[in-house]
């Protein structure tokens, strides 16, 4: 959906010393807002405002840039300039330039969007004095009605937490213990894990899209491998459940390394709280989230989450990876904050 909400003429200073008002100014400042669907592919106009020249003429620059409030922080999408296109970080292969019709069309389309998306963006096309800037606001809408299944194992290792335990180590990631409902669906959704675990129901199984030898043998088809009811002193992981949390997953931008103390700290420090087990997967299940640092969390784990696979970070799927349980005086990692919703 796209609507046009204001336009704003803005006055330009011309340089060489002397200021000068134009009319009608060369400067014209559109807003633009864009509403999307997590997961969509969409697109954010910019057209060419002055016809005497176009997208294609030498010289001319489209320039889109992500701006945030503090201005040190802006990021560079994408800059064109001709045959020549460059894409920046998080942007890097998923966005591209429309370049439609009579070469007057510099919209911006970005595929798969996630909720870090969502925000502020300038279109700046430039030849000379002759200036076109446009504002496009960009919404991405998640699906908070759903949650997340997500494997679990302490620090101890796999296979140590008794029924009783597994219900605790849930809890302290803020989750549940999910119900055998919970881990089908997640298995429909995807989810392959080759552990054994306790759901709610006293019952241990664990997740198989991908059959093969050591995880249930390879004769069986997908599905859930189910041990059935298990005595409840016995040792597994287990599967936790949580629904969307209410506040925000966020990676602390930090000048350093950092031991697990610190990162604890850290993140009080930004009125916020390091982010438990639960908060990574949520954000990378239910917004996208997408980030190749690895980062303390509550549990010392270190962990990252990856939405779009790529060479170094997660090639092959779309995963929340886990470094494991470093030790926590390393100052090897960064840190995952979580803030509440007041
Ligand atoms: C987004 O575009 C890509 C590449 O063109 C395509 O493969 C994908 O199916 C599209 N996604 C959606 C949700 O339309
Ligand atoms: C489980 O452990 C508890 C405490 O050690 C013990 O009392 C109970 O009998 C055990 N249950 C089974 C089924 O072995």
Redesign the pocket.
């Known amino acids: 959906m796209t609507g046009l909400l204001c336009i704003t003429i803005i006055s330009v200073a011309l340089a060489g010393g002397a200021y000068s008002f134009v009319t009608p100014p060369p400067f014209t400042l559109f807003t633009v807002k864009v509403v999307a669907d997590l ?3 969409v697109t954010m106009p910019c057209m060419l405002m002055s016809k005497d020249h176009s997208l294609s003429d030498a010289g001319v620059r489209v320039k889109w840039t992500k701006v945030a409030d503090d201005e040190a922080l802006n990021e560079d999408v994408i800059l064109s300039m001709g045959v020549h296109k460059k894409t920046y970080g998080n942007f890097e292969n998923r966005v591209f330039l429309e370049e439609k019709g009579d070469h007057e069309d510099a919209s911006l389309t970005i ?2 969007v996630s909720m870090a998306d969502t925000g502020k963006y300038l279109c700046e096309i430039t030849n000379g004095m002759t200036d076109t800037v446009q504002e496009v606001t960009l919404e991405v809408l998640g699906d908070f009605t759903a949650g997340v299944v997500f494997p679990y194992h302490s620090e101890v290792g796999r296979y140590n937490l008794d029924y009783d335990t597994a219900v605790l180590a849930c809890l302290a990631q803020g989750a549940v213990v999910a119900s055998p409902e919970q881990l089908y669906e997640a298995w429909e959704a995807g989810l392959d894990w080759c552990n054994a675990g306790w759901l709610n129901d006293g019952s241990v199984q664990y997740p198989i899209t991908n059959p093969r030898a050591p995880c249930g043998g390879s004769n069986n088809g997908p599905g859930l491998r189910n041990y059935g009811q298990m005595d409840k002193n016995k040792t597994y992981d287990v599967y936790c459940y949580t629904a969307a949390p209410k506040g925000s997953f966020y990676w602390l931008t930090q000048p350093e390394h950092l031991t697990f103390d610190e990162a604890v700290q850290a993140c009080l420090d930004d009125g916020a709280e390091i982010a438990m087990v639960s908060h990574i997967f949520a954000a990378w299940k239910l917004e996208g989230y997408d980030r190749c640092d690895a980062g303390w969390l509550a549990d010392g784990s270190v962990r990252y989450p990856i939405s779009r696979p790529r060479k170094n970070c997660s090639p092959t799927e779309a995963a929340v990876r886990t470094v494991g349980y470093p030790d926590k005086t390393q100052k090897s990692y960064g840190v995952y904050c979580f803030k509440s919703q007041q």
């Open positions: 997961g969509a592919n595929l798969d």
